[in-house]
């Protein structure tokens, strides 16, 4: 497993940007995929974005053009660049684990806020 901690949120406007930070810890961070969560109040998680080490990248149709995932494994850390921001982008963001070849995650940082006001 790695320790993962998210940081960023916050409250913004609509049409605002905020970015969003994952930073890990752990020797194997390069065999990870990670990858970005998000709930809503009273809505289940649901698939953000993803980034591999081979640098392929993959996002969650309500986001694609808006949010951009990238990864630096120099510094164990993955970003989640956040533009345009909607008001039903508000969620609690969750970065999640998992082995390239696993098929759970079973890493989760513990969420930070993001709210967007219209």
């Known amino acids: 497993q790695v320790r993962l901690v998210e940081s960023g949120g916050g409250v913004v406007q609509a049409g605002g940007s905020l970015r969003l930070s994952c930073a890990a810890s752990?020797?194997?961070?390069?065999?990870?995929?990670i990858s970005w969560f998000r709930q809503a109040p009273g809505k289940e998680r649901e698939f953000v974005a993803t980034?591999?080490?081979?640098?392929?990248?993959g996002y969650a149709d309500s986001v694609k053009g808006r949010f951009t995932i990238t990864r630096d494994d120099a510094k164990n850390t993955v970003y989640l660049q956040m533009n345009n921001l909607k008001p039903e982008d508000t969620a609690v963001y969750y970065c999640?684990?998992?082995?390239?070849?696993?098929?759970?995650?079973?890493?989760w940082g513990r969420g930070t806020q993001v709210t967007v006001s219209s």
């Open positions: 980034a591999c080490s081979g640098g392929s990248t």
């Open positions: 752990g020797r194997t961070f390069s065999s990870y995929v």
């Open positions: 999640a684990g998992r082995l390239i070849r696993a098929a759970n995650f079973d890493s």
